[in-house]
């Protein structure tokens, strides 16, 4: 967060002799005169507080030139994906004669499945790279740039800053996943026809319940990025540089993604966080299968618990000196 950012958040808080908090104590009312203390909820307060943090920090993060270009490359994937579908088959190919992510062979005949194809071509890495990168400098780039102190005086609170930073990484979670989603919905109805969906249990719906559909998997796509982003805040209150938390999120995001991929440790393979990614598909099946989708909800729900209480653990026992 900005210098401006921190002094108008101490300033509404009341921090300061202005505020009635600091300096001294005001002189008691007259004899008889009601008194006006205890007017103000402090529940309220501390409400209007944390909202306060958070659009800071939503600010913060989404103004970032950083943030930006990550969400710049998401964008320009699915496009790239459309145009050479369209390419392929402009001889009359199938598109998918050569491989590919999952979908890509029905994007010619419905280009709402273009959405699907880069949502799954998008998260085994690009995803969850940019969301290891704000996730990883949610904490230790505060602390990198001095910043860190200053949110503890404001006052923030350790666990409501904590709680914020998290906030933040999950909203931007659901932005990076929506921006992949409505860029392929635009491109693919640019590109391709637009109707009926054929799904993959071969029952046809209409547009609108495919679009529907579309919309519960980018969901489904950003809460499975959630205990990555535990993970990666975790890491974050580790090290007071920025660089190596994003570096260390993102290289052990590689490594599970290494280890899932290998048939001899398919014992611990199914409590690695992104083991169910791919799960989403089942919500193209009439009817929905649940199983994976539940495990999946699951494995990220422990994830976040887990590493959530850790990066509380650390955080409010940490000594902040930068």
Same mark, same amino acid.
């Given at each position: 967060?900005?210098?401006?950012?921190?002094?108008?958040?101490?300033?509404?808080?009341?921090?300061?002799? @202005?505020?009635?908090?600091?300096?001294?104590?005001?002189?008691?009312?007259?004899?008889?005169?009601?008194?006006?203390?205890? &007017?103000?909820?402090?529940?309220?307060?501390?409400?209007?507080?944390?909202?306060?943090?958070?659009?800071?920090?939503?600010?913060?993060?989404?103004?970032?030139?950083?943030?930006?270009?990550?969400?710049?490359?998401?964008?320009?994937?699915?496009?790239?994906?459309?145009?050479?579908?369209?390419?392929?088959? @402009?001889?009359?190919?199938?598109?998918?004669?050569?491989?590919?992510?999952?979908?890509?062979?029905?994007?010619?005949?419905?280009?709402? /499945?273009?959405? /699907?194809?880069?949502?799954?071509?998008?998260?085994?890495?690009?995803?969850?790279?940019?969301?290891?990168?704000?996730?990883?400098?949610?904490?230790?780039?505060?602390?990198?740039?001095?910043?860190?102190? #200053?949110?503890?005086?404001?006052?923030?609170?350790?666990?409501?800053?904590?709680?914020?930073?998290?906030?933040?990484?999950?909203?931007?979670?659901?932005?990076?996943?929506?921006?992949?989603?409505?860029?392929?919905?635009?491109?693919?109805?640019?590109?391709?026809?637009? =109707?009926?969906?054929?799904?993959?249990?071969? &029952?046809?719906?209409?547009? +609108?319940?495919?679009?529907?559909?579309?919309?519960?998997?980018?969901?489904?796509?950003?809460?499975?990025?959630?205990?990555?982003?535990?993970?990666?805040?975790?890491?974050?209150?580790?090290?007071?540089? =920025?660089?190596?938390?994003?570096? +260390?999120?993102?290289?052990?995001?590689?490594?599970?993604?290494?280890?899932?991929?290998?048939?001899?440790?398919?014992?611990?393979?199914?409590? %690695?966080?992104?083991? #169910?990614?791919?799960?989403?598909?089942? %919500?193209?099946?009439?009817?929905? #299968?649940?199983?994976?989708?539940?495990?999946?909800?699951?494995?990220? +729900?422990? #994830?976040?618990?887990?590493?959530?209480? +850790?990066?509380?653990?650390?955080?409010?026992?940490?000594?902040?000196?930068?």
């Amino acid at each position: 967060m900005s210098q401006a950012d921190l002094a108008g958040s101490a300033a509404g808080s009341g921090t300061g002799p @202005a505020g009635g908090s600091g300096g001294g104590t005001a002189p008691d009312s007259a004899p008889g005169a009601p008194s006006g203390r205890g &007017t103000v909820p402090r529940g309220g307060t501390g409400r209007r507080r944390t909202s306060g943090l958070l659009r800071s920090e939503l600010l913060t993060t989404f103004r970032r030139w950083r943030t930006v270009a990550l969400l710049g490359v998401l964008a320009v994937i699915p496009v790239l994906v459309g145009i050479a579908v369209k390419i392929e088959t @402009a001889d009359g190919g199938s598109g998918g004669d050569g491989g590919g992510p999952a979908f890509i062979s029905q994007i010619t005949n419905n280009g709402l /499945f273009l959405v /699907f194809t880069s949502l799954a071509a998008t998260l085994p890495f690009f995803l969850p790279m940019t969301v290891g990168v704000i996730a990883g400098d949610s904490v230790a780039g505060e602390a990198n740039a001095g910043t860190l102190r #200053y949110l503890l005086v404001a006052p923030a609170g350790r666990t409501r800053l904590l709680l914020v930073k998290f906030a933040g990484t999950v909203v931007f979670c659901f932005a990076a996943t929506l921006v992949v989603a409505v860029f392929a919905l635009v491109t693919g109805a640019v590109l391709f026809p637009l =109707g009926e969906v054929t799904l993959l249990s071969g &029952t046809s719906v209409s547009f +609108a319940e495919g679009l529907l559909r579309a919309l519960a998997i980018a969901a489904a796509v950003a809460v499975s990025l959630t205990g990555l982003a535990a993970l990666g805040l975790f890491i974050s209150t580790l090290t007071n540089s =920025g660089i190596a938390a994003m570096a +260390a999120t993102v290289g052990l995001l590689l490594m599970v993604q290494i280890v899932d991929t290998i048939p001899q440790l398919h014992a611990v393979q199914p409590y %690695l966080f992104p083991h #169910y990614w791919l799960s989403f598909a089942d %919500l193209l099946r009439d009817p929905v #299968y649940w199983d994976e989708i539940l495990r999946n909800l699951g494995l990220q +729900a422990l #994830y976040t618990a887990v590493f959530g209480s +850790a990066a509380w653990a650390r955080f409010t026992s940490r000594d902040v000196t930068a």
